[in-house]
């Protein structure tokens, strides 16, 4: 069973940086690309950045290129995600996912219980 806990979240002023982090075990994780989605608060579930499986690779929303980093830690089973230059519009719960890419990302229905950011302004 696919397992994914997703922390790191709080509540920082616009401008302001966070680190996230997702644990996952029940799958080879190796294996598979990550990626972040976020959800606000009355909106879709929306793609926020993506990692190959070997790390060599990161793709972006256009809304947060330069701002947001993506890495991974194979050995431990762990994707991160840097956000600097936070923006109230960044609000939302940040939510990890294991997929794979083919020109676009391609989730699987293994989803985590989120992390909660709030920037505010």
């Known amino acids: 069973q696919v397992q994914l806990v997703e922390s790191g979240g709080g509540l920082v002023q616009a401008g302001g940086s966070l680190r996230l982090s997702c644990a996952a075990s029940?799958?080879?994780?190796?294996?598979?690309?990550m990626g972040w989605f976020r959800q606000a608060p009355g909106k879709e579930r929306e793609f926020v950045a993506a990692?190959?499986?070997?790390?060599?690779?990161?793709y972006y929303a256009d809304f947060v290129k330069g701002r947001f980093t993506i890495s991974r830690d194979n050995a431990k089973n762990t994707v991160y995600l840097q956000m600097n230059s936070l923006k109230p519009e960044d609000t939302a719960v940040y939510y990890c996912n294991p997929g794979a890419w083919r020109g676009t990302y391609s989730s699987t229905d293994n989803w985590g219980q989120g992390t909660q950011v709030t920037v505010s302004s």
């Open positions: 029940g799958l080879t994780f190796s294996t598979y690309a």
């Open positions: 990692v190959r499986w070997s790390g060599d690779r990161t």
